[in-house]
C-alpha cells in the first residue's frame, strides 16, 4: 500500500505546470525580458502555473498592436462588431469548465461562487453586444439651433484604451470592462492584476477563436507597481480605465495622463450600463448650412 502511496505521490509531482504567455497582436508571445513569475494553488504554494512578467516593452509593443488594429475595427459595421462580442460570450461559455477550474484553483473561489463569475461575464458580453448597434442612437443627437443650419451630435471611438484591472482581480467586471471599450471600435491594451493572471490563458484562447480582429485585444501579464506608470505616460494611449483602488496610484496617472490629454475613468462597480459605455466614446457636433 505504502507502494501505490508513493507512486500516486511521484505522479502528482510530475504535473507540468502549465506556462502562460501574453496575448498581444492576436498572437502568445513570451515577454521579451525572459521574465516569469510562479502562480500558487490558492494559500498554498503548490505551483499552478507559470506566467509571463510583462516589460515596458511588451507594453509599448502591444500599444502598437492596438493602434495598427483601430482604425480597422472601428470600420466594421455596428452589427458586426455585435456579433463579434455575442461570439465571445458564446465561446466563454464553451470554456466554463477551464475558467472555474482557475478561478478555485488560484482564487479560492467555491464552484457556486466560480459559475456565477462566468454567467456574469457572459451576461456583460451579451448586453454590449446588444449595445453594439444601439447606443449611437440612444447618445446622438439633433440639436435645435437658431439660424439655417442643421446641427446634430454624433459618437465616435476615443482609440486605444488602456486598461489596468483592479488588484483584487474580478472576471465579471474586467470582462465587462473591456467589452465597454471596445464595443465602440476602441482597441484595448489590459494589464491584469497579479492574482488574476492566471485567467489570461482561458480569456486568451476565448479572443483568439472569437472572430476577433488581431490587436483589437491585447493581455499583460506583470507587475502593476512596475507598469502602472507607462500607461499614462505612453502618448498612443488615448484613454485610461484604472480599475486600482489605491487612490495615490489613481492620482499620480490623472497627472500623468494630462500630457497628452488622455480621459481617466475612475473605478466603478456598474461596469454594465450604458452610462460607462459612455466613458469610451467622444462626441462629434456637426453643423450643416441648409436653405439658400
Same mark, same amino acid.
Given at each position: 500500500?505504502?507502494g !501505490?502511496?508513493?507512486?500516486?505521490?511521484?505522479?502528482?509531482? *510530475?504535473?507540468?505546470a502549465?506556462?502562460?504567455?501574453?496575448?498581444?497582436?492576436? =498572437?502568445?508571445?513570451?515577454? =521579451?525580458?525572459?521574465?516569469?513569475?510562479p502562480v500558487?494553488l490558492?494559500?498554498?504554494?503548490?505551483?499552478?502555473?507559470n506566467?509571463?512578467?510583462?516589460?515596458?516593452?511588451d507594453?509599448?509593443?502591444?500599444?502598437?498592436?492596438?493602434?495598427?488594429a483601430q482604425?480597422?475595427?472601428?470600420?466594421k459595421?455596428?452589427?458586426?462588431?455585435?456579433?463579434?462580442?455575442y461570439?465571445?460570450?458564446?465561446m466563454?461559455?464553451a470554456k466554463?469548465e477551464? $475558467?472555474?477550474?482557475?478561478l478555485?484553483a488560484?482564487?479560492?473561489?467555491?464552484?457556486?461562487?466560480?459559475?456565477k463569475?462566468?454567467?456574469?461575464?457572459?451576461?456583460?458580453?451579451?448586453?454590449?453586444s446588444g $449595445?453594439a448597434?444601439?447606443?449611437q442612437?440612444? *447618445?446622438g443627437a &439633433?440639436?435645435?439651433?437658431?439660424?439655417?443650419?442643421?446641427?446634430?451630435t454624433?459618437?465616435?471611438? &476615443?482609440? !486605444?484604451?488602456?486598461?489596468i484591472?483592479?488588484?483584487k482581480f474580478?472576471l465579471?467586471? $474586467? &470582462?465587462?470592462?473591456?467589452?465597454?471599450?471596445?464595443?465602440?471600435?476602441?482597441?484595448?491594451?489590459? /494589464?491584469?492584476?497579479?492574482?488574476?493572471?492566471? *485567467?489570461?490563458?482561458? /480569456?486568451?484562447?476565448?479572443?483568439?477563436?472569437?472572430?476577433?480582429?488581431?490587436g483589437v485585444?491585447?493581455l499583460?501579464t506583470g507587475?502593476?507597481e512596475?507598469?502602472?506608470?507607462? $500607461?499614462g505616460?505612453?502618448m =498612443?494611449?488615448?484613454?485610461?480605465?484604472v480599475?486600482?483602488?489605491?487612490?495615490k496610484?489613481?492620482?499620480?496617472?490623472?497627472?500623468?495622463?494630462?500630457d497628452n490629454?488622455k480621459?481617466?475613468v475612475?473605478p466603478?462597480?456598474d461596469?454594465v450600463?450604458?452610462?460607462?459605455?459612455?466613458?469610451f466614446?467622444?462626441?462629434?457636433?456637426?453643423?450643416?448650412?441648409?436653405?439658400?
Amino acid at each position: 500500500m505504502s507502494g !501505490v502511496n508513493t507512486l500516486k505521490e511521484r505522479t502528482e509531482n *510530475l504535473k507540468i505546470a502549465k506556462t502562460i504567455k501574453l496575448f498581444i497582436g492576436g =498572437e502568445f508571445p513570451r515577454t =521579451e525580458s525572459g521574465r516569469s513569475a510562479p502562480v500558487y494553488l490558492h494559500k498554498t504554494k503548490k505551483l499552478y502555473a507559470n506566467v509571463c512578467v510583462a516589460s515596458r516593452k511588451d507594453l509599448r509593443n502591444a500599444v502598437t498592436a492596438a493602434h495598427g488594429a483601430q482604425k480597422g475595427w472601428q470600420s466594421k459595421s455596428a452589427y458586426n462588431r455585435s456579433q463579434i462580442l455575442y461570439r465571445m460570450a458564446e465561446m466563454l461559455e464553451a470554456k466554463r469548465e477551464e $475558467f472555474t477550474e482557475a478561478l478555485t484553483a488560484t482564487l479560492g473561489l467555491t464552484p457556486v461562487q466560480a459559475n456565477k463569475s462566468v454567467d456574469a461575464s457572459i451576461e456583460a458580453l451579451v448586453y454590449y453586444s446588444g $449595445f453594439a448597434d444601439k447606443y449611437q442612437q440612444v *447618445l446622438g443627437a &439633433v440639436n435645435p439651433v437658431s439660424g439655417p443650419h442643421h446641427n446634430f451630435t454624433s459618437t465616435e471611438a &476615443v482609440g !486605444v484604451v488602456g486598461l489596468i484591472a483592479n488588484e483584487k482581480f474580478d472576471l465579471a467586471a $474586467f &470582462v465587462a470592462q473591456m467589452a465597454a471599450i471596445i464595443v465602440s471600435g476602441n482597441t484595448v491594451v489590459a /494589464l491584469m492584476s497579479e492574482n488574476g493572471s492566471a *485567467l489570461l490563458a482561458p /480569456l486568451a484562447e476565448t479572443l483568439a477563436t472569437s472572430d476577433l480582429s488581431k490587436g483589437v485585444v491585447n493581455l499583460l501579464t506583470g507587475s502593476t507597481e512596475e507598469l502602472y506608470k507607462q $500607461f499614462g505616460l505612453h502618448m =498612443e494611449i488615448q484613454s485610461l480605465s484604472v480599475q486600482l483602488s489605491d487612490a495615490k496610484k489613481l492620482g499620480e496617472l490623472k497627472v500623468l495622463a494630462a500630457d497628452n490629454m488622455k480621459r481617466v475613468v475612475n473605478p466603478t462597480k456598474d461596469s454594465v450600463s450604458l452610462e460607462h459605455l459612455m466613458s469610451f466614446v467622444e462626441f462629434k457636433t456637426v453643423w450643416h448650412p441648409i436653405g439658400y
